[in-house]
Every structure is written in C-alpha cells, then in structure tokens.
C-alpha cells in the first residue's frame, strides 16, 4: 500500500485553541494512527465514554481537523483525520493569552508524548532484534544557526523524512512502524 502524500494544516489560534485538550489530542492521534472509527470505538480504546468522545469528535470537526466518512449507517458516525498532521507556530497565536497558553500546552504535551514513546522503546529494547537495537537512538548536535538557517535546516530534514515517509514498504518480516522525532530549538539566553 503506498503511503499518500502528507496533507498538512496550518493551524490558527483557534485551531490551536481547540485541540489543546487532552483528550482532543488523543483522539485526533488515534485517528491518525488508526484510521476512521466511530465514537463508541475511539471511547473503548482510549477509555472515555462515548458522549466526551462524540462532543470533542465535533469540536475538532468544527476546525476542521476531523470529519464524517460516509460509511456510518443510521445513527453511526465514522470520522477521519482530514490531514496527516499539523504545524502551528508563536506567530499564529499573537498575543492572544488563550492561544499562547494552548501553544504552550500542545508543545510540552507533543514533548511528553515522545519522551514516553522513547522510554517506552527503552524498556522493550532487549526484545527486539538487534539490528533494530543497532539503529534506535538518539542523538544531538551542537550547531550555529540563524532563524533562516534553522528553518532551511528543518525544511531539508522534512524532505528526507517525506521521502522515506512515502516510500514502498518493503515486504520482509523486519518492517515495522518507525517513529522518528525532530527537535530544534536555540541554547542558552535569548537576545535583547
């Protein structure tokens, strides 16, 4: 099955906004990694009930993050991720208190999330094969960059990513679901 090219949305302030919730972001996660699903499914999987599931399925509709599929019959609803991820930045929420407290949110959440996915990954390494043991892991390094340099930097990692992103699964038993994470951000004190 080849992979679709990404769809992205930029998200505004009210977007970002809205999807600061944490069982928002678990929801829109889930249908991400998932695919489609009804409100009583994503409920059982995510341990909620089906009412909190239903009304925050509609609020990230309303921003267009999620939407109906036409495959529900009588009262079931389906939705779906209406991209495959999202961006939003310090400049989309402005000085709006609310916005920035949601970007500030979203981000340490998205932090958290990946720092549990790697512990995850640290606890069940043994059980993995070693050549898997062999590629998994991090690493840093210490650059001088500008803003522009920055963001030409990520734009490239970006493109790498997609490349492999949208690539032909190989058939062989060794593949498996790989998440690779990107993070930037500048040291020490701001400048004046």
Sequence with gaps: MQPI???????????????????????????????????TALARLLETNTGATSYHLR??????LVEETPEGVGKERWWKPTTDRHHFDATAVGDDPDAQAAHDWLQRHYFQTA?????????????????????????????????????AMEKELEA?????????????????????????FPEGTPPR
């Design 115 to 151: 720092s549990d996915q790697y512990s995850h990954w640290l606890d069940t390494a043994q059980e993995w094969p070693l050549e898997w043991q062999d590629v998994a892991g991090g690493s840093d390094y210490v650059l001088q960059l500008t803003p522009a340099r920055a963001a």
């Design 160 to 184: 790498v990513f997609e490349k492999y992103r949208t690539m032909e699964p190989p058939t062989d038993a060794a593949t498996s679901r790989t998440i690779a994470h990107m993070l930037l």
């Design 5 to 39: 090219p990404h769809r992205t949305a930029n998200l505004d302030a009210h977007a970002i906004t809205v999807l600061a919730h944490p069982l928002r972001s678990r929801i829109l996660s889930a249908l991400r990694k998932e695919g489609a699903s009804t409100a």
């Design 59 to 64: 609020k990230l509709a309303e921003v267009k």
